[in-house]
């Protein structure tokens, strides 16, 4: 074998290029030829001088010589990546229960190379087939190698997930995503990694609205009640190419980090709807008509009933949902002062008990919840509180006896002042005295009392403009809002959303939909298992598959000719569990037999 440069012309402007082609010499009838056995392409940018290693090392590696000079590691690395191209362009594929196939081989020549994992990768992608979102990319205009680069990034962010660059070394070397598409991402591009992205958050839009349908019509969807929450994550950088990024309340206490924040919309299945990318700083109430009105379409029968959290409970959102006519749950954002003496329980377990009674208004309800386990909690942080706001005054008034203390009077009015407006929750609870020497302006001492508050520790309240509700009923719904929660701590630690490594705000934003992508993956597969009863997590379910892998079988024919064999492992038990739930093969891929 040998490596040969080809001059060619276009036809169309006239510039001359070139092109790179490994041939081989062969006899024929009519004397010795040149055959090709791969094009290399234009890209091709090995130097010259190393040409004939790598022609003589790709042909060691299809005979299954071993090596008798080492190589540098780039023409090993081209060298591998080439002889599995040559390899599977003359191999044929077999049944999964082929005819009897007899060849007498040296057993001591039998070895096994390119281990791929491919367990998680095939339940994915039959997971997209089953959505349809293949054929929309096509129908959207994606070439081939786009449509397979897509659907690559996409199985990599709930396989492997991590950022582009790492995302690029794994589809590479580390998963068989690409046998199953027919494709060779051993020559995909970093840049076409990036790129798709940008491709999909192109299209957002038909997207979402085609999961929508498609996800309604296969597990029949009802949607009449629809979940909205915020959550944000955080920057690694200045984020400063990027306008949707500011400081803001972190949801990960990461005051360092600028943030971008992720709304989403879902159905009480836990399906998403929509979602949007706004600020970092963004005011929660005012994303609420944006991303419910979106969800509106002509031939809708009936609005969906909305649930939001306090946060998004504001009275302008309120009087939106009623102007659009919509029905409401949401969480009251008025302190309970007070709270029925008689409830009936809606939940209890092992860990808590929840009680709640319904009071009847003109043109709402109220649902008045009392949870052992949130009254603990509520107690826990105040009491957490208290002392650090004690300890902190103790401090205070320690320093007037102290030398170089703060002791004037306006001083120590100011640090209090301060000490209040830090613990401004527990703060209003003290009557705080400061002693004052006339004569010298000084401080002298300091003194507190905590005042007796009546309090309703653990109750809070639900409102809703559904007249007709029962206590277990209301509650019920609410709680589907913890599914939202649970969304969002799947992405984050599951899925890797955070954090954003991009400084760019459309590749920003690309992060974000292609995790909502994967997500909308990972729920279509969970739910489907929960229906088989198995509950477990997407993260437990992607480690038990990653043992299934797929693997080639070299060995040398008694004739000197070398048999590859490329096939999936056989399926374990725990392999095979999911596989059935799924109504999917057990050997993803094609058996692939080569002999040179």
């Avoid at 010795?32 to 001088?49: A, C, H, I, K, T």
């Avoid at 024919?557 to 392999?575: F, Q, T």
């Amino acid at each position: 074998m040998f490596v040969s440069r080809v001059r060619h012309k276009n036809k169309k402007n006239g510039k001359e290029y070139q092109t790179f082609k490994l041939l081989e010499s062969v006899r024929t009838d009519r004397g010795p030829r040149q055959r090709m056995v791969l094009n290399l392409g234009v890209d091709f940018s090995l130097p010259e001088e190393l040409w004939k290693d790598l022609a003589n090392r790709i042909e060691e590696i299809i005979s299954g010589q071993q090596p008798l000079f080492s190589y540098s590691k780039q023409v090993e690395t081209l060298a591998e990546a080439y002889a599995r191209r040559i390899i599977a362009y003359h191999g044929k594929t077999t049944a999964d229960r082929p005819d009897p196939d007899y060849h007498c081989v040296d057993i001591g020549t039998i070895d096994n190379e390119l281990p791929r994992s491919v367990g998680a990768e095939h339940v994915v992608l039959e997971t997209i087939k089953a959505l349809g979102l293949d054929e929309l990319l096509v129908r959207l205009g994606f070439n081939k190698p786009a449509r397979d680069a897509a659907l690559g990034v996409i199985v990599a962010k709930l396989v492997a997930p991590s950022s582009e660059r790492a995302t690029h070394i794994w589809l590479q070397t580390m998963s068989a995503v690409d046998e199953l598409l027919g494709a060779d991402f051993s020559v995909i591009s970093q840049d076409r990694v990036y790129r798709v992205a940008d491709m999909l958050l192109q299209h957002k839009q038909a997207i979402e609205e085609h999961l929508r349908l498609k996800e309604s019509n296969l597990f029949n969807l009802e949607e009449k009640i629809l979940l909205y929450d915020l959550t944000n994550t955080f920057f690694e950088g200045s984020g400063k190419y990027n306008r949707k990024a500011h400081f803001g309340l972190s949801k990960e206490k990461r005051s360092d980090c600028p943030l971008v924040t992720l709304g989403l919309v879902m159905d009480a299945d836990g399906f998403p709807k929509r979602s949007d990318v706004f600020d970092g700083n963004v005011s929660e109430p005012g994303t609420l008509e944006k991303m419910i009105a979106a969800l509106s379409f002509p031939g809708m029968t009936s609005k969906p009933l909305i649930v939001m959290d306090a946060g998004l409970a504001t009275a302008d959102n309120i009087l939106w949902l009623k102007a659009q006519g919509y029905e409401y749950i949401v969480v009251s954002r008025k302190k309970v002062r007070e709270a029925p003496a008689e409830m009936v329980t809606v939940r209890e377990d092992k860990r808590r008990l929840i009680r709640a009674a319904l009071v009847p208004g003109v043109d709402e309800v109220a649902l008045y919840c009392y949870s052992t386990d949130k009254q603990v909690k509520e107690e826990g942080i105040r009491n957490r509180f208290e002392k650090r706001f004690e300890s902190s005054l103790e401090k205070v008034r320690d320093a007037l006896v102290k030398k170089h203390g703060t002791k004037r009077y306006d001083k120590v009015l100011e640090k209090i002042g301060r000490l209040k407006e830090r613990f401004r929750r527990v703060a209003r609870r003290y009557e705080i005295s400061i002693q004052k020497d006339e004569d010298s302006g000084l401080a002298t001492a300091i003194s507190w009392v905590r005042k007796e508050q009546p309090s309703l520790p653990g109750v809070y309240c639900l409102r809703s403009n559904r007249l007709d509700f029962k206590e277990q009923e209301m509650f019920d719904i609410f709680t589907m809002l913890t599914d939202i929660e649970d969304t969002f701590r799947s992405m984050k630690s599951e899925l890797g959303l955070r954090p954003i490594y991009h400084q760019n705000e459309h590749r920003c934003d690309g992060h974000l939909f292609i995790t909502v992508l994967a997500y909308h993956i990972a729920h279509a597969i969970r739910f489907q298992l929960r229906k088989r009863g198995i509950a477990d997590h997407w993260a437990t379910i992607r480690k038990v598959l990653s043992s299934h892998i797929r693997i080639s079988t070299t060995m040398k024919r008694e004739d000197g000719k070398v048999i590859h064999v490329r096939k999936s492992s056989k399926p374990e038990l725990a392999h095979r569990v999911i596989y059935d739930a799924l109504h999917l093969s057990h050997r993803p891929g094609q058996t692939i037999k080569t002999i040179i």
